[in-house]
């Protein structure tokens, strides 16, 4: 099995920064699975963030490329998500999610966390 913990959520006003991590534990957990992050709004479906393979190489969406940055340590079972000039639209339970093989873009991951709030007051 495998367990995935997000952490780092809360309020933060727009224009702020806010760092998630996800802590991946269990015995079956493989260093090289892909890491992803995920977001999900209420009413909304769950969108891409970004991704980030073992080797490292990291992918984002539009809506959060130059903002957002994804980086991960293999050695401590971690992925981080380090987010600046946040915005209101950004508000939303935040889901850490991993997979064997490469990236996707889909919610196709193995394994998801429970989620973390992320809200962005004006």
């Known amino acids: 099995q495998v367990q995935l913990a997000e952490s780092g959520g809360g309020l933060v006003q727009a224009g702020g920064s806010l760092k998630l991590s996800c802590l991946a534990s269990g015995r079956t957990w493989q260093w090289w699975y892909t890491m992803a992050w995920f977001r999900q709004a209420p009413g909304k479906e769950r969108d891409f963030l970004a991704a980030?393979?073992?080797?490292?190489?990291?992918v984002y969406a539009d809506s959060v490329k130059g903002r957002f940055t994804i980086s991960r340590d293999n050695d401590k079972h971690t992925v981080e998500l380090q987010m600046s000039g946040l915005k209101p639209e950004d508000t939303a339970v935040y889901y850490c999610?991993?997979?064997?093989?490469?990236?996707?873009?889909?919610?196709?991951?193995?394994?998801w966390g429970q989620g973390t709030q992320v809200t962005v007051s004006t």
């Open positions: 999610a991993a997979k064997d093989g490469g990236i996707s873009f889909q919610t196709n991951y193995d394994f």
């Open positions: 980030i393979t073992f080797s490292p190489t990291a």
